[in-house]
C-alpha cells in the first residue's frame, strides 16, 4: 500500500511539471526565434517598449505616437522659408545696423559744426559727425546732426564688412588642411553679420527707389504675436472705429496770389521736404532736387538752390491737387 501511494503522488507531480513546461514553452520558442533571426521585432515590444541607443529597452510614454511623415512641397518650402526671411531681415538703417554688430559697446559720436567751404557761405549749417571703434575713426558729414551721424555709420559698417570678409577668407585657406572639427570651431567663433547686411542693403534699396520719386511703404517688423490675419478679424467682429471727422480746408481767394509753399502748408500741413540729390561741379551750376509727398503721391522740384526748388515742388502739387495757377512774378 505503501508502495502504491508514493507511485500516485510522483505521477500526480510528474503531470504539473508538465503543464509548467507546456505554459513557458511557447515564450521561450519566441524568444529563441527573436534571438536567432534579429529581423523579427515582437509586437509586444514594438507596441510598448523603446530600444534606445544604447540597445536598452524603456517604456514608451502613450503620447509618444509613431505618426506618418508629411511630405512638404516645395511651393510650401518657399513659403516657409519667406515668412522665416520675413521675421529676420527687415531694412535698417546704418545706425541701427552698427549697433547690432557692436553690440555692447557704446558708440559716442561727437558732432561739431562743418566750417564751410566752396566759394560763399550758406545759409544752412552743415555737421560733422566722429565715432571711434576699435581704434579706427570714421567722419561723415550731412545737414543735419542725424544725417551727419548716418554717414559716420555708414563708413563704419561698411569697413568692418570687409575686415570680417577678409578674415573670413584667410581663415577658410588656414583650415584647408585642418580636420573639419576645428574648422567648424572657427567659423563659430568670427560669424558673419548677413542679416544686418541684408537689412542695410533693403534700407538703401528702398532709399534710392524713393529718390527716384517712387512711393515705398514701410515695413513693420514682426514684433508682435498676434498675426495681421487675426488683427483683421478683431476689427471686423468688434466693428470699425468711428473715423475721426477731417477739417475740410476751403482754397484762399487770393491762392494764385499766395507763396506755393505757404498754400501747400496751408492745406496740407505737417509735410515734409526731402533733398533728393545734387547736380553740379560749381556753385553756379549746382541744381539741387527736392521731394514732398502728399496724398500718397510724390512731387518734385529743382532749383539753383534749395529754396528755389521746395518752391519748385510745392508748385507742382499745389497745381495737381488744388488746380491754382500762381501768377509768375
Not at 522665416?84 to 555692447?104: D, F, H, I, Q
Not at 566759394?119 to 559727425?129: D, H, K, L, R, W
Not at 470699425?240 to 476751403?250: E, F, I, Q
Request: proline fraction near 7%; charged fraction near 25%.
Amino acid at each position: 500500500m505503501t508502495h502504491g501511494v508514493q507511485d500516485t503522488q510522483q505521477q500526480h507531480a510528474n503531470q504539473g511539471s508538465n503543464l509548467k513546461q507546456e505554459q513557458v514553452t511557447p515564450e521561450k520558442s519566441n524568444q529563441e526565434q527573436n534571438k536567432s533571426n534579429p529581423n523579427l521585432i515582437d509586437t509586444k515590444t514594438e507596441a510598448g517598449m523603446e530600444i534606445t541607443s544604447n540597445g536598452e529597452n524603456s517604456e514608451r510614454p502613450p503620447w509618444k505616437k509613431l505618426g506618418v511623415v508629411k511630405r512638404i512641397s516645395n511651393k510650401e518650402r518657399r513659403r516657409r522659408q519667406n515668412q522665416s526671411l520675413r521675421r529676420l531681415v527687415t531694412p535698417k538703417s546704418a545706425l541701427m545696423v552698427l549697433n547690432e554688430m557692436v553690440y555692447g559697446a557704446p558708440l559716442d559720436f561727437r558732432v561739431d559744426c562743418a566750417p564751410p567751404t566752396g566759394y560763399y557761405a550758406s545759409n544752412n549749417p552743415s555737421f560733422c559727425a566722429e565715432v571711434t571703434i576699435d581704434g579706427c575713426s570714421y567722419r561723415g558729414c550731412g545737414e543735419t546732426k542725424t544725417s551727419a551721424r548716418s554717414a559716420a555709420a555708414e563708413q563704419a559698417v561698411r569697413d568692418i564688412i570687409i575686415k570680417k570678409l577678409n578674415k573670413f577668407n584667410t581663415q577658410e585657406k588656414s583650415n584647408e588642411a585642418k580636420d573639419g572639427e576645428e574648422k567648424m570651431e572657427t567659423e563659430e567663433e568670427e560669424p558673419m553679420p548677413m542679416i544686418q547686411l541684408a537689412s542695410y542693403a533693403l534700407h538703401k534699396l528702398f532709399s534710392e527707389w524713393e529718390g527716384e520719386g517712387h512711393h515705398v511703404p514701410q515695413i513693420r517688423p514682426h514684433n508682435s504675436s498676434v498675426s495681421d490675419a487675426d488683427v483683421d478679424l478683431t476689427s471686423q467682429a468688434n466693428g470699425p472705429p468711428p473715423p475721426k471727422p477731417k477739417k475740410v480746408k476751403t482754397l484762399p481767394e487770393n491762392a494764385a496770389e499766395m507763396h506755393p509753399c505757404m498754400l501747400l502748408s496751408y492745406m496740407r500741413p505737417m509735410q515734409e521736404y526731402r533733398e533728393l540729390g545734387v547736380q553740379g561741379d560749381r556753385p553756379q551750376n549746382l541744381i539741387y532736387t527736392i521731394g514732398v509727398e502728399v496724398d500718397g503721391a510724390t512731387f518734385i522740384g529743382q532749383g539753383p538752390n534749395k529754396k528755389e526748388a521746395r518752391k519748385d515742388a510745392a508748385t507742382s502739387a499745389c497745381n495737381s491737387l488744388f488746380g491754382v495757377k500762381f501768377q509768375q512774378t
